[in-house]
Structure formats: structure tokens, C-alpha cells
């Protein structure tokens, strides 16, 4: 026994020469690898530091090659930062470790420490800007490239990690000449080529992916294609056949109810699901296009010359659901409400840009009399100049007119994506007298200010509607979060209408009835789908194995038609499943959203402290605040970051890398735009550029 | 007996005040946004709106002001309405829920009372059936069996056995249905034809004279019930054994027999009224625990209860919501624990006379 535990000794001595003897020499060699292997992984290349060197953090002006003048370079200090992120969110966590990985192979003094952080705790590091590091996902509005580059480059995420306004005014440059360029396709690709250039030099950001989707269901049912800019599901083109199970009704398992169903106010896809199928706006998408429309209550429109004043004809013979006929005073006046009773966080802003050039209307108010700020509560607008109120009112009226041949005519300032604004469940078009009876907003100017930033539970259509749609409202009941859709026998698109893109649907729904559950527990709702009591259902990607056994049936999408075409055979894991539960699963659809990883260029302080940036200075135990604003240190990050093994480990391997800032199809978007591949070499050679002026 | 029951009917104020002072403790520990959806809907969005609600509502003033006012309410000076207010039974405004947390409580809470009513009887009396039992014969195999069964089900995890119990008789056999009742049913209440009185869907059914739906209802809540029973048996069985067992050596127990008492008759009639008594305080605690929301039961059956709602609550942050439905519960157990301590005393004599 005793002897053994003397064997078990001396072999672990052994073990731990040979291993401390065998470090330098590993090391040697990987600096021998040649520059050309780039894809190597093992250890830098970089061979001008001696580890015993880089441990004494001292005199960085002593530093060999890199002329440093009079401040320090990364490279010689080290820096230890924490990237946090909030428990759970795996996304998050994937990042830092890449990162973390890859920073500590180029250099053994670069730290980076990657801590969870209860949520609460990330909530407000994250709203006190404190957090070096974050991402972003955004989901986009209208499919427009500007609607992608304004929150990253001059909007929300700009100023919420503090990129300097030498940079933000550059971006913004661009943007307007991207607006002006509205209508033409090729200037406007040519301004945001350039634009993509700019952000590649800059390493604004490191571009994340655009997730692949699954959409199962199960074999009965049909007409399902995608469209990247609706709200979870048009039920209009839907049916099932007859072998289903309740072949009218369609059950779809989700896990969230909407905010409101005030179409003015509502701003998330949950209420935008149930909005898009009861209302609808003068123009709608054209089958799977996200930027491609077909008049809906308008039968057709116009652009002036100038690109600022659209004219609309509107269809004659709708009918509200409630009885009312569609006409253009309806039209005007919903828009004119929308604009006037919405607020900041609204989707408002989409169709007071182009009008006005502003996002809400308190900006105009603000204009003239500036007691009142921009975005104000109403307490605040109701307090305004009652002169001011008026005119502002008064200019939001004049920029709709309806001519006396029926035609709704929109006179914007500024050229910004408007056709798509027109799109959005924002501007659906409401039965004005009916919601006027249901205590709406009456069109008086005197009194606009008293319904401004109507809230989501407070406005009158909280959980009435009265649309033109397929569908109309059954139920939404708040106890079992679900929300009944009942069809429209009386619905104005009929034969001699036709359909509204080749092979689109004519007349009444073929569903009667389409039931939306909320189903909190996965496990529960993947044993409704089992059993045939959901005919659609929400899967998170985590869960995939799970229901891919169940699957008999595989497309795949063509990114060049927007269709799916049949697989020729399902892949491993799919269809093992016996039993008579048949799905199918819709695979490879990009989504019209994107993750990026986002530096914060100027690191805040909560009460002088800030944990997460260290010691606050470059002396090898932190960062300082203004770390990312160093074009190379954010080059360097971008290069040390593995967008494959990102992909792979967050979504499975069901991702594309996205090049610039939009998505792919648009004015500028171009797949051969240059990226920072994953290349600790270059990492290292940006962070030796990294020279930081000393403090004082 | 009235003079006990004054007694304990005087001591509520002060423990509900108790209970509102802990809660209102507990909701200091959130920001001035958090708590402004105790009077407003909709979370300030900038930070203008914030600084305007935080003034209007005085959420930055001394404690005691703040606790009166989150009592009985607060007069908006513009509109002069009254918001807010514990005592006017608002509790502000749900974010996960879309409603205002009394409104919910009041949509949820039938629902939970239901599963209560129906599922108190199955947990006590087979749980005690079974106790008695495994007393009357202690240590034989059957005694062995009836006590595996019943740990096998407090130590399983009752959303595991909740899942299982889902896949065999749900998604197998499609006999018991997940939620509170099928679709066509909740398609008769949107059309009107079936009438909703008490929101106790089992006696709306029996209102309506509607045995389809009845049966219906109980069909969704055979699971929920089956899982609640299964993991509280346990503890039933124990106290209801030990303490059978301590009855049943008890001295009177030999005189009984050896008055010639039968066996059974002297188990039942002598020693098990005896038992009731620490049955009664578990099944006042099991009544309380159920009336409170069962939280994971609830949610793998996606029963519409109070317990699925606080979970909701909770996984989104809703602590308003959360807090909401603790001060629901917290006065809802006073007054549960007044009923059990008055039983109490009926059953026993004793309490009343110390």
C-alpha cells in the first residue's frame, strides 16, 4: 500500500518535470510556425516578446521596437478586464470565452475574466454603461438599410456605448446621403459600399450572425412560406387539410400575449401578430419580399418627382368588421392620430421621420416652445402654449390631404423609407367614427394634447379591434394568455379582386378560427404538439433534438428565391420516431436580424468605481475608460474573435456571418465586403500598434 | 368558544399590518422605476418621465409617508383621480400579465380556488387512509409498500412526474389534457352559449346543467391532482402513522380491548379521533398551501392558476407582480389559519379552555 503511494509520488514528480521542461520548448516551436499557417490556433506567432520580459510591467519607453514617445503600449502592459454578462444567456457567455481564449494565447498578460452577473446587477451595469463589452440584437422595423445603420452608427446603441461623435458624425454623414439617394438603387448601394469601407477600417463593431431558422408544424398543415418582416404568422394564406384534427381551427403555441392592440402603439410582435391579421395598412409585403409591396386598401400609388409627396388611391367596398366603410377620411385620420397620440417608444417615428423629419411630435412642439421637451409625458404637453398646440396639430393635419377624387395625399419633408413605414402595423387604418364613439381622439386640435403618448393598457383599443382584415378579434383572455382570431366572412378580397401576388389567396380565410395559446413550460407544449393539440409551435433552438425525431418531412430554404424546396433526405437525427406524429420542418431561413459584439468606447465610472475595468488605467491590472476607442485595440479584438466557433457553439452551426451592418439584399449589402477573419497573428500586431498617451 | 374566536379575530389587524410592512420592505429594495407601476402602467421611459413620476408620486419621500400612501392610494393632482392603494385593493400594474395585478389575482384566482377544492380530499383522506394503514399493520409488507410509494413521491421532483404523467396519459392515451378545459368549451363561452356564473367551471357546469362540460373540467384536472396528491401523500402517511402508532399503545387502547372492545372498533373509534388532531393542522397547511398556487404544478399542466401566474411573474421580473400576489397570499393564510385554529378548537376541546 505504502509503496504504491510512493510510486503514485514519484510518477507525479516525473509528470510535472517533464512538463515544466517541455513548456519553453512548446512554446519555441509554435513561434517557429510559419506566418502562412493563419488558421493555426495553437499560439501566436508573434516572436519579439520573451514571456520572462512581458512579467515585468515596468518601463514601457524601454519597449524595443514600437517607437513609444510619450505613452504605453497594450503590449508591453497587459490588461486585465471583466466582460460580464447576465446568467444564463449562453450567447453572452460564448463571447467572452472566445475572447478570453483568444487574447490570452497572443499574449499570457492580456486578461480577460468573464463573470455571470444576476440579472438585476447586469441590468443596471449594463444601464450605467459600465459593461466594456456587449452585444446587440437587433430585429429590424421596416426592411431598409437605414433602419439598420442608424441605431448601430448615430442611434440608441451609438450613444449607449459612447461612440465619439468624430465617428458619429462621419456615420451620419453617410446616412444622409443615403436617404437623399432614396429611389435609386445603385447611387444609394454606392453610398453604403462606401459607408461598409468605413466601418471595416474603424472595426466599429465585430459582426456577429444572422441566425437560420426552424419552423415546425405538423403535416396538415399548409400554405406556410416565410416572410421575414411579419409578426410570427399571416393566417390568411394558412388552412389545414381535412385529415387534421379540427380542421378550421388553428392551435399555435407561443410564449407571449401582446402589449396592446392599439395598432398606433403597439410596437412587438406579439400584439403585431394578432394586428397584421385583423388590420391592415394601404400597403402590405409581397409574399415572402420584406421590401418588395403590393397595395392593400390603397389599389395603387404614386411618388412625385421630388420623391416627397405620395398619392394614394383607396379601395372602395371595404368594410370594417363592425359595419363601417373604408374611406379616405378613415385613412387620413388614423395616421393623423397615430403621429399625434404616439410616443418615443412607439413605432410612431417610422411615419413622423418622413413627415417631419422628427421622431415624435413633441420634437416640433419643442421647436416653438421649448417648456415643453422633446419626448414629453403628456402632463408636460398639456402644459404647452395652447397657440403652439394648435399650429403643431394644425401642420400634422396639413401634411395629409384627401382630394376630392378619393386620393389620400401625403406631403413628407424628408426623404426617409416611407412606403415601408406605410407597411408597419403602426399605420393601420382604423374605422374613425367607431373609434371616435369608443373614446378616441376626435380629430379637434384643441384637444390632441390630452390623448399624446397614449399608453399601452389606457387607449380605448387596449383589447377592442375593428379592422379590415381576414381576421377579426374573438377573445384575448388575460388568465390563459390567449387570444382568439375569428375569420371575416365578409372579407373584400374576392375573386374579382383577385389575389395579391401570384398564387396568393382569394376570398374568406380557409381558416374559421385560429387560437393563439401561451404555453410558459417547453415540456408541456412539446407534448401538445405530440398529441396533435398544436398545430404550430414556438421551439427554442436548445430544443430542437427534442422534436427533430418527430420530423418526416425536411425543406430547406433558397436564399435566391425566398422559397423552400424539399430535401432529398432529412438529416441525422431527424425522423427516428415511430409513432404516427408526423412533422415538418421549414429549415435555413434568415431571419431579418443580426448580433453584433459591441465595444464600449467610453467606459463609465458609477461613483469613481467601475469593477469591471480593473485598476481603471493601463498598468496591467485594468483597462482605462476610454479603452475601445483605440482603433486598433478594437482591430485587434476583431481579429482575435472566431466567428465559426461563435456560430457553432450559439447556434448549433445554424448562423451566417453578415458582412457591413444590413442584411443581405440591400442597396449596399455586398457578401465580398472585406471581415475580419480569426487571425491571432494580425490580433497581436494590432495590439502592438495599441499605444496609449499617459496619464499626466 | 366566541370569546376565542373574538380573540383571535382582534390579532389579525395587527398581522396583516405586519404582512403589508414586510412587503412594503421588500418592494424599497427596488428602483423608483420598479415601484412606479404601483400607480402607473407603463414603465417611464426617459429619464425626464421618470424624474416627473418619481416627483407626481413621491417615491423619493421618508418612509412612513410612502408606506401610508402605497395603503390607501394617491390623488393625482392633474386628473385628480385616486391610483394606487393596497387597501382599495390595487396592487398595481402586472407587466408579465398585461393587467393590473388585482384583476389578475381575481381572473386566476377561481381557477386555483377549483384545483383546491377538488384536490383537498383525494391529498387528505387517501393520504391519512393510507397512514392508518401502515399503522394497523405496522411493519408487514403492505405497511413496507404503502411507505415506499409514498417517499418515491415527496422525493420525485414534481415537474418530473408532471412530464411523465403528461407524455403516458396525455400525449399516449389522450385521456387527460394539459389546461383548464378543451377548446370547444372555451368556444361556448365565447359564443355565449354556455354561461359563466361563478367561474368555478365544475359548478358553472352543473348551473348550466351541462354534465359534458363537468366531465370535461375534471378531465384536465385529474393530472394536476393526481401529481399534487403524489408528492403530499407522503407526509401524510407519516404523521398519520407515527402518530396512529403512538395512539395505538396508548394505555386506554388495552382497556378498551380488554373491555372487550373489538379490534377494529377499538382502532377506529378510540385511537383515530385522537389521530385527527395533527391531520387537521397538515390539512389547514396542505388547504393553505393549495389556495396559494401550486407554482410548478400549475405550469407543467399549464393550469390558469394563481401559482402559474406568479411564476410568470417571477421569471420575467415582474416583482410587483410577485409582491402582489405575496400580500394576496399573506392575508389569504391569516385568514385560512383563523378557519384552521377555530376547526381546531371545535375538534378539540382543550384549545378553547387554554
Known amino acids: ?696 | 368558544m366566541t370569546t376565542y374566536i373574538i380573540r383571535r379575530l382582534l390579532i389579525i389587524p395587527l398581522l396583516l399590518i405586519g404582512v403589508t410592512l414586510l412587503i412594503f420592505g421588500m418592494l424599497q429594495f427596488l428602483s423608483p422605476v420598479a415601484r412606479s407601476a404601483l400607480y402607473v402602467r407603463d414603465l417611464p421611459k426617459s429619464e425626464d418621465a421618470l424624474d416627473a413620476v418619481i416627483r407626481t408620486y413621491g417615491l423619493d419621500d421618508p418612509l412612513p409617508v410612502q408606506y401610508w400612501r402605497w395603503l390607501v392610494g394617491f390623488k393625482n393632482p392633474v386628473s385628480g383621480e385616486v391610483q394606487g392603494g393596497v387597501l382599495r385593493g390595487e396592487l398595481g400594474y402586472s407587466h408579465s400579465a398585461k393587467q393590473p395585478v388585482a384583476k389578475m389575482i381575481a381572473e386566476r384566482f377561481p381557477a386555483t380556488v377549483e384545483l383546491t377544492l377538488w384536490g383537498f380530499f383525494p391529498i387528505v383522506l387517501i393520504g391519512t387512509f393510507f397512514g392508518i394503514q401502515a399503522a394497523i399493520h405496522y411493519n408487514s409488507f403492505y405497511d413496507q409498500l404503502i411507505r415506499i410509494f409514498c417517499i418515491t413521491g415527496a422525493s420525485m421532483p414534481v415537474f418530473v412526474f408532471g412530464l411523465v404523467a403528461l407524455m403516458v396519459f396525455y400525449t399516449k392515451l389522450s385521456w387527460f389534457p394539459p389546461g383548464r378545459m378543451s377548446p370547444w368549451v372555451t368556444q361556448e363561452i365565447q359564443a355565449g352559449t354556455f354561461a359563466i356564473h361563478t367561474s368555478l367551471m365544475t359548478v358553472d357546469a352543473l348551473i348550466n346543467g351541462r354534465f359534458d362540460v363537468f366531465i370535461d373540467v375534471l378531465k384536465h384536472m385529474v393530472l394536476p391532482i393526481l401529481a399534487l396528491s403524489y408528492i403530499s401523500w407522503a407526509t401524510f402517511v407519516r404523521v398519520t402513522r407515527s402518530s396512529m402508532l403512538e395512539e395505538l399503545s396508548q394505555d386506554y387502547m388495552i382497556t378498551a380491548r380488554s373491555k372487550g372492545v373489538a379490534h377494529k372498533a377499538a382502532q377506529w373509534k378510540h385511537a383515530f379521533p385522537n389521530v385527527l388532531l395533527p391531520v387537521i393542522t397538515l390539512a389547514g397547511g396542505t388547504f393553505i398551501t393549495l389556495l396559494s398556487g401550486v407554482v410548478i404544478t400549475e405550469t407543467v399542466f399549464n393550469y390558469p392558476g394563481i401559482g402559474s401566474a406568479a411564476a410568470t411573474a417571477a421569471t420575467s421580473l415582474d416583482v410587483i407582480a410577485v409582491l402582489g400576489i405575496s400580500l394576496f397570499n399573506g392575508a389569504l393564510l391569516i385568514v385560512a389559519n383563523l378557519i384552521v385554529d377555530v376547526l381546531y378548537a371545535v375538534v378539540d376541546p382543550r384549545i378553547r379552555f387554554n
Request: net charge negative; aromatic share 12%; with cysteine.
Open chain 1, 1 to 696: 500500500m505504502k509503496k504504491s503511494i510512493y510510486t503514485l509520488l514519484i510518477i507525479i514528480l516525473v509528470l510535472a518535470f517533464a512538463l515544466t521542461a517541455c513548456k519553453p520548448a512548446a512554446e519555441e516551436s509554435a513561434t517557429d510556425v510559419p506566418a502562412a499557417e493563419e488558421t493555426n490556433t495553437e499560439a501566436p506567432a508573434e516572436e519579439t516578446e520573451d514571456p520572462a520580459d512581458e512579467e515585468e510591467v515596468a518601463e514601457p519607453t524601454e519597449a524595443e521596437e514600437e517607437v513609444v514617445e510619450n505613452g504605453v503600449s497594450v503590449w508591453d502592459t497587459g490588461f486585465r478586464v471583466t466582460f460580464g454578462y447576465n446568467e444564463g444567456n449562453d450567447m453572452r457567455r460564448v463571447v467572452a470565452e472566445i475572447l478570453r481564449d483568444s487574447v490570452a494565447q497572443v499574449n499570457p498578460n492580456f486578461v480577460i475574466e468573464v463573470q455571470a452577473l444576476p440579472w438585476p446587477n447586469y441590468l443596471e451595469a449594463s444601464r450605467a454603461h459600465q459593461l466594456p463589452f456587449g452585444t446587440t440584437g437587433w430585429l429590424e422595423d421596416y426592411h431598409d438599410p437605414h433602419n439598420w445603420y442608424q441605431p448601430y452608427l448615430t442611434g440608441y446603441y451609438a450613444a449607449s456605448y459612447g461612440i465619439p461623435e468624430e465617428l458619429t458624425s462621419k456615420y451620419a454623414e453617410y446616412l444622409e446621403d443615403g436617404l437623399a439617394a432614396i429611389g435609386d438603387f445603385d447611387a444609394r448601394s454606392a453610398v453604403y459600399a462606401a459607408l461598409n469601407q468605413e466601418l471595416y477600417s474603424d472595426a466599429t463593431f465585430i459582426p456577429g450572425y444572422m441566425a437560420e431558422g426552424r419552423h415546425y408544424e405538423q403535416e396538415w398543415v399548409e400554405g406556410y412560406y416565410y416572410n421575414p418582416l411579419y409578426s410570427n404568422f399571416y393566417y390568411y394564406p394558412l388552412s389545414k387539410t381535412d385529415a387534421a384534427p379540427d380542421p378550421n381551427t388553428m392551435y399555435v403555441g407561443g410564449i407571449g400575449q401582446p402589449d396592446t392592440l392599439d395598432p398606433a402603439i403597439d410596437y412587438e410582435t406579439g400584439g403585431g401578430e394578432v394586428l397584421q391579421n385583423v388590420y391592415e395598412t394601404l400597403v402590405w409585403f409581397e409574399h415572402t419580399s420584406g421590401n418588395e409591396f403590393f397595395p392593400q386598401l390603397a389599389t395603387d400609388w404614386s411618388v412625385a418627382e421630388d420623391g416627397l409627396t405620395y398619392t394614394f388611391t383607396i379601395r372602395e367596398g371595404v368594410t370594417f368588421h363592425e359595419g363601417g366603410e373604408l374611406t379616405p377620411e378613415d385613412v387620413e385620420w388614423s395616421i393623423e392620430r397615430g403621429m399625434l397620440n404616439g410616443y418615443a417608444w412607439s413605432p410612431q417615428w417610422m411615419i413622423t421621420s418622413p413627415m417631419f423629419g422628427v421622431d415624435d411630435v413633441s420634437e416640433l412642439v419643442n421647436a416653438l416652445d421649448e417648456n415643453v421637451p422633446a419626448f414629453a409625458t403628456r402632463e408636460e404637453m398639456q402644459a404647452g402654449d395652447p397657440d403652439v398646440l394648435m399650429q403643431v396639430c394644425q401642420t400634422v393635419k396639413d401634411s395629409i390631404e384627401v382630394t376630392e377624387d378619393g386620393q389620400v395625399v401625403f406631403h413628407t419633408a424628408k426623404k426617409a423609407p416611407f412606403i415601408p413605414a406605410m407597411a408597419h402595423t403602426g399605420a393601420s387604418i382604423m374605422d374613425m367614427e367607431w373609434a371616435i364613439e369608443q373614446g378616441a381622439w376626435d380629430g379637434d386640435c384643441a384637444t390632441w394634447q390630452n390623448y399624446y403618448s397614449t399608453t399601452e393598457e389606457e387607449s380605448p383599443f387596449y383589447e377592442i379591434t375593428n379592422g379590415t382584415g381576414p381576421f377579426k378579434l374573438g377573445t384575448w383572455d388575460h388568465a390563459t394568455s390567449e387570444v382568439t382570431l375569428l375569420r371575416n366572412d365578409n372579407y373584400w378580397r374576392t375573386e374579382e379582386i383577385g389575389p395579391a401576388w401570384e398564387g396568393g389567396p382569394v376570398g374568406n380565410a380557409k381558416l374559421e378560427r385560429v387560437v393563439l395559446k401561451t404555453v410558459e413550460e417547453w415540456g408541456t407544449r412539446l407534448q401538445m404538439m405530440l398529441s396533435g393539440d398544436l398545430d404550430m409551435n414556438y421551439v427554442d433552438r436548445q430544443y430542437i433534438s427534442q422534436v427533430d425525431p418527430y420530423v418526416h418531412e425536411l425543406l430547406l430554404f433558397d436564399i435566391e428565391t425566398g422559397d423552400f424546396t424539399p430535401a432529398d433526405e432529412l438529416l441525422p437525427g431527424m425522423g427516428t420516431d415511430t409513432s404516427d406524429v408526423n412533422l415538418t420542418l421549414f429549415k435555413g431561413a434568415v431571419g431579418a436580424n443580426r448580433v453584433e459584439i459591441y465595444f464600449n468606447y467610453d467606459i463609465q465610472s458609477v461613483d469613481g468605481s467601475n469593477p469591471f475595468i480593473g485598476s481603471g488605467t493601463l498598468d496591467g491590472s485594468g483597462i482605462p475608460a476610454d479603452f475601445f476607442s483605440n482603433v486598433h485595440v478594437r482591430r485587434a479584438f476583431s481579429y482575435c474573435f472566431d466567428p465559426d466557433l461563435f456560430i457553432e457553439e450559439v447556434l448549433q452551426g445554424e448562423g451566417v456571418r453578415p458582412t457591413g451592418a444590413t442584411l443581405p439584399g440591400m442597396e449596399g449589402y455586398n457578401w465580398d465586403d472585406p471581415l475580419y477573419t480569426y487571425d491571432l497573428d494580425k490580433c497581436a500586431e494590432e495590439f502592438q500598434k495599441a499605444i496609449f498617451e499617459l496619464a499626466d
